[in-house]
Each structure stands twice: as structure tokens, then as C-alpha cells.
């Protein structure tokens, strides 16, 4: 049998090989390179908190004019849709009844009077002759009491006057507010009624302009503890600003301020109202007008803010960061958000200052892999908007807490 040889170079190579292998070397062939990654610095920032509410418009003054006698509708004195004065009178109802019933009242009351002084006369006199026993007590005393019961009379006619007076005057129907009149609900000609209320026309103001948003109650409740636990301050209600977003999409050129928040819970719906107040000068608002609203409740002086590149979502719609560790190597972090701002996250939970987050190279990197962190060289951040950005991923919506711009880390995002 003949032995194969090995030729000698193969040897080398192989020893060599295990030698480098040995000394706890890799070959140059199995070297593996770290790939490089942008990493933005958190920091800490003072951001406004905001949150987005719905609502209709609602008129200053909403005055309904209703009819306060019953009568014929002579005629309409003034333009629908156009602007009437207080006192101004709308509608002339039929006055006729009503002058006659004020009349009656003064014959009443002028009859009334004529027996107070005869009565009066005779109570004088029997209260000369019941001291001389010219008459008996029991006359003078009746005629005392005639004397009494004459100046009730007067009294009663004289309060007839007063509301046949009143009512011959409600007989000019007129503006309780100044404002914008609406669609007339009577015609000249048309019986009203007191006893049913009769609507005849609406007045309302429409300068200033109130908005009726609703909260739910638990985005209230954090708010409040927010305050209390000195995370969110505030110089309370009536300084936060409101900006208005119409139906169309445009952003209301008014800034607003918050009224009141009701103090009761709707249990239906688990809400509350929060009103606020806008400058209407141009009538741009009318009542009834579905709105959004951007409150600014207050300011979080110690918000953590991640650029959105460097959040991410699991498929259970989890939102996660990757970080650098302080051994350069990859760690997958689960966070909790409350909103956006701009162009950043805003996180509650999950990390720290001082976190470096992967805002590029995302694709590249992996958990527990090796990395080599440089800062990121993002885009300028646009100016920040009037109206917070709303959250892009659908599975983490804002809950309206807040949201932030991003913090300045190496990268100066």
C-alpha cells in the first residue's frame, strides 16, 4: 500500500490557522466590521402641554323673543338676518283690547278714589259726634271700617292700572339684546298666544362667540394629578390659549381662552364641558359650527423627546427605541408615549437622559450586536406649528397630554 502525500503548504496554512486560533485571533477573513449608527442624546426640555378637543359654537346671547299677551300681529319692524338694537322694537301686536282694559282700570280706580272720600268725610264726622254721644260707637266704628276697606279698593284699582299698563306695553314686542335677528316665526296677521309662549323670532349675539368642547373625564383626572405632582405647571385656567381649527381644515385667526370646565361628569358619556371664548368680529363663527380645538393646558419642564425616526412599532403596536449601551452594543427598548410635537415623540417611560437612541441605521442594527455610535446629522426641524402635530402611528395614539420638540443630544437634533 502506498501512503498519499500532503503537500507541505497545506500543512502551513492549517497550522497556522489553528495556531492564530490558539491565541484567541480570528482570521482576517472572519472579521466582522461594526456597523455605524446615528445616535441622537436625550435631554430634558421644557415643552407645552397640549390636547385636541371637539365642540360646537354657541351664541353669547341666545335671546328667544316669545309672545307675553295674546293678540293679533299687526306687522314685523325689522329684517331678518340683519342687526337689531336692544329695546328695538320687532313686532306691533294689536293694541285694542289692551287700551280698553287699561281705561276700565282708571274708571275703577277713579271710582275707588271718589268713595275713599266720601267715606273718609263720613268717618271724620262720627268721630266728632261718637265723643259727644251723638252717635252710637257701633256707627262710628262701621263707618272707620267703611273708611278702610275704600282705600283697599283704590289700592286694588290702582294695581289694575299698573297691569293693564303692562300689558298694553308688551303689546311692543322688542329686543331683549343687541344682536343678529333670525328667521321671523310669525307673520302680520298670526294670533300669539302668552299662555303657550309663542316663539316669534331668535336674537342672538354672535361677538364674542362661545365654543362648548367636551374632555372626557380621565384625560381631566391626569391633567389635574399632572399639576399636582409638579410634572405640569401651569398659571391656571383663564391663561391657557385656544386655537381654533374650523370645519374646513383652516386655523381660526383668533387665539381664545378658556371660561370654565363644568364641575360635573355627564354619565352618559363620561365627559365634561370645557368652554371657551373667541373674538368673532367677522363673523366667521356662527352657533352651531362643529369645531377642534388645541388647548394649551400648561408646560412639562422636564419632557423626554425622541425624533420619530427613532421610534418603532412591534406588531402588537408596542412603540419601542433602540439604544446604545455604554458597551456600544444594541438594546431594544419598550416605551410609552403621550403625544407628539412637531417632529418628535414625546416619552414617559423607557428611558432616561443621557440614552442614546438610534435615529439612523435603524435597518442595520440589531439587539445585542455591536455598534458604532456617531451622532445623526437630521434635517432642521420646520418651525414649530400653531397646531401640534397629530401622532402618526395609528397603534399609539396621543392622548392629548402633551407633546414635545426634540431635545438637542451630539447631533444637535
Not at 328667521?183 to 300669539?192: D, L
Given at each position: 500500500?502506498?501512503?498519499?502525500?500532503?503537500?507541505?503548504?497545506?500543512?502551513?496554512?492549517?497550522?497556522?490557522?489553528?495556531?492564530?486560533?490558539?491565541?484567541?485571533?480570528?482570521?482576517?477573513?472572519?472579521?466582522?466590521?461594526?456597523?455605524?449608527?446615528?445616535?441622537?442624546?436625550?435631554?430634558?426640555?421644557?415643552?407645552?402641554?397640549?390636547?385636541?378637543?371637539?365642540?360646537?359654537?354657541?351664541?353669547?346671547?341666545?335671546?328667544?323673543?316669545?309672545?307675553?299677551?295674546?293678540?293679533?300681529?299687526?306687522?314685523?319692524?325689522?329684517?331678518?338676518?340683519?342687526?337689531?338694537?336692544?329695546?328695538?322694537?320687532?313686532?306691533?301686536?294689536?293694541?285694542?283690547?289692551?287700551?280698553?282694559?287699561?281705561?276700565?282700570?282708571?274708571?275703577?280706580?277713579?271710582?275707588?278714589?271718589?268713595?275713599?272720600?266720601?267715606?273718609?268725610?263720613?268717618?271724620?264726622?262720627?268721630?266728632?259726634?261718637?265723643?259727644?254721644?251723638?252717635?252710637?260707637?257701633?256707627?262710628?266704628?262701621?263707618?272707620?271700617?267703611?273708611?278702610?276697606?275704600?282705600?283697599?279698593?283704590?289700592?286694588?284699582?290702582?294695581?289694575?292700572?299698573?297691569?293693564?299698563?303692562?300689558?298694553?306695553?308688551?303689546?311692543?314686542?322688542?329686543?331683549?339684546?343687541?344682536?343678529?335677528?333670525?328667521?321671523?316665526?310669525?307673520?302680520?296677521?298670526?294670533?300669539?298666544?302668552?299662555?303657550?309662549?309663542?316663539?316669534?323670532?331668535?336674537?342672538q349675539q354672535l361677538d364674542p362667540m362661545y365654543v362648548d368642547l367636551t374632555q372626557s373625564s380621565l384625560d381631566g383626572l391626569k391633567l389635574r394629578r399632572q399639576i399636582q405632582e409638579g410634572r405640569l405647571s401651569t398659571d391656571g385656567p383663564n391663561a391657557a390659549k385656544v386655537t381654533l381649527i374650523l370645519e374646513d381644515g383652516r386655523v381660526y385667526s383668533e387665539q381664545g381662552k378658556l371660561q370654565f370646565s363644568d364641575v360635573t361628569v355627564d354619565q352618559s358619556t363620561g365627559s365634561v364641558t370645557v368652554r371657551a371664548i373667541f373674538e368673532n368680529k367677522d363673523r366667521v363663527l356662527l352657533p352651531g359650527m362643529f369645531v377642534r380645538a388645541h388647548i394649551e393646558e400648561g408646560v412639562n419642564p422636564n419632557a423626554l423627546v425622541v425624533p420619530v425616526q427613532g421610534v418603532t412599532h412591534d406588531q402588537k403596536g408596542t412603540a419601542q427605541a433602540m439604544v446604545v449601551d455604554s458597551d456600544n452594543k444594541v438594546a431594544l427598548r419598550p416605551i410609552v408615549t403621550s403625544g407628539t410635537y412637531g417632529q418628535n415623540w414625546v416619552v414617559d417611560s423607557g428611558l432616561k437622559p443621557g440614552d442614546r437612541v438610534i435615529v439612523e441605521g435603524i435597518d442595520k442594527a440589531r439587539p445585542g450586536m455591536p455598534v458604532k455610535a456617531v451622532p445623526a446629522h437630521l434635517p432642521a426641524a420646520p418651525a414649530t406649528p400653531a397646531v401640534p402635530a397629530a401622532p402618526a402611528a395609528p397603534a399609539e395614539p396621543a392622548s392629548g397630554a402633551g407633546a414635545g420638540k426634540a431635545a438637542s443630544g451630539a447631533a444637535g437634533a
Open positions: 500500500m502506498r501512503l498519499k502525500r500532503i503537500p507541505y503548504r497545506l500543512i502551513s496554512v492549517t497550522a497556522l490557522a489553528m495556531l492564530a486560533a490558539a491565541c484567541g485571533e480570528k482570521p482576517p477573513a472572519a472579521a466582522q466590521h461594526a456597523p455605524e449608527v446615528g445616535v441622537v442624546t436625550l435631554e430634558t426640555a421644557a415643552v407645552p402641554v397640549s390636547t385636541e378637543l371637539t365642540g360646537r359654537t354657541s351664541a353669547f346671547f341666545d335671546a328667544q323673543v316669545r309672545a307675553r299677551v295674546n293678540g293679533i300681529v299687526l306687522r314685523r319692524e325689522f329684517t331678518e338676518g340683519g342687526t337689531v338694537k336692544a329695546g328695538q322694537r320687532l313686532y306691533k301686536i294689536d293694541p285694542a283690547p289692551y287700551i280698553a282694559q287699561l281705561n276700565s282700570a282708571k274708571a275703577s280706580y277713579a271710582k275707588a278714589h271718589a268713595n275713599l272720600v266720601s267715606t273718609t268725610a263720613q268717618a271724620e264726622r262720627y268721630k266728632v259726634l261718637v265723643a259727644s254721644n251723638a252717635v252710637s260707637r257701633q256707627d262710628y266704628d262701621n263707618a272707620v271700617a267703611s273708611q278702610g276697606q275704600a282705600a283697599a279698593e283704590v289700592a286694588q284699582a290702582k294695581a289694575s292700572i299698573d297691569t293693564a299698563q303692562i300689558d298694553l306695553g308688551y303689546t311692543d314686542v322688542i329686543s331683549p339684546v343687541t344682536g343678529q335677528a333670525g328667521i321671523s316665526q310669525v307673520t302680520p296677521g298670526a294670533y300669539v298666544q302668552a299662555a303657550q309662549a309663542t316663539l316669534m323670532v331668535t336674537v
